[in-house]
């Protein structure tokens, strides 16, 4: 008799190379001391935190070294392991209601603690753009949402328009 095979709970590991196929859409503040909510702004292109991460893992290592944990706010992202393996290292991924909305921290091995404005894959480009160009600006003091309030007026604004019914769409219905 044989027994059903071992499922690992973690994605396979994922290859910086593999993930860097496309732009990472990701803006830092300089080197220097941080002052502010935020250290940068991410853009990532889904919800899906396993399938988003490697890429910017792998920039962020340049920069911060080694990266042992990321802590992020669970009504952002779809559902996303426990850890992940990225070039063989071991990511632990930490998921958190508590967590302020819109931010991803991401913990180097110095435990030097890096707070990215995570802006909506859906974000409009252009409110997008400059809300990752603003919370990247040296001395910006900015608050999340006064980073994302254009992006939140763009996507009402969107949404204004995709619920308005044309009237000629009615003609001929009695």
């Known amino acids: 008799m044989t027994s059903a095979p071992h499922l690992s709970s973690s994605p396979p590991a994922a290859t910086a190379t593999e993930q860097l196929r496309t732009p990472l859409r990701l803006r ?25 991460l490697p890429a910017l893992l792998a920039v ?16 952002e992202w779809d559902s996303a392991p426990r850890q992940l393996a990225l070039d ?12 302020p909305a819109h931010t991803v921290d991401v913990v180097a091995g110095d435990r030097h ?4 404005l995570l802006v909506p ?11 990752m160009m603003r919370a990247a600006e040296r001395g910006n003091t900015d608050t999340v949402e006064v980073l994302l309030r254009d992006v939140a007026a763009h996507e009402s604004t969107a949404d204004a328009r ?3 019914i044309p009237e000629q769409t009615f003609q001929g219905v009695r």
């Open 28 to 52: 830092l503040r300089p080197n220097a001391l941080s002052a502010g909510h935020v250290d940068g702004a991410w853009w990532p292109r889904s919800r899906d935190l396993a399938a988003e």
């Open 60 to 75: 962020l290592a340049v920069r911060l070294g080694a990266i042992p944990r990321v802590s992020y706010n669970l009504t």
């Open 88 to 99: 063989g290292v071991r990511v632990r991924l930490s998921g958190f209601w508590s967590r």
């Open 113 to 116: 603690r890096t707070t990215l």
């Open 121 to 131: 894959p859906d974000a409009d480009a252009t409110a997008a753009h400059d809300a």
């Open 162 to 164: 995709s619920t308005c």
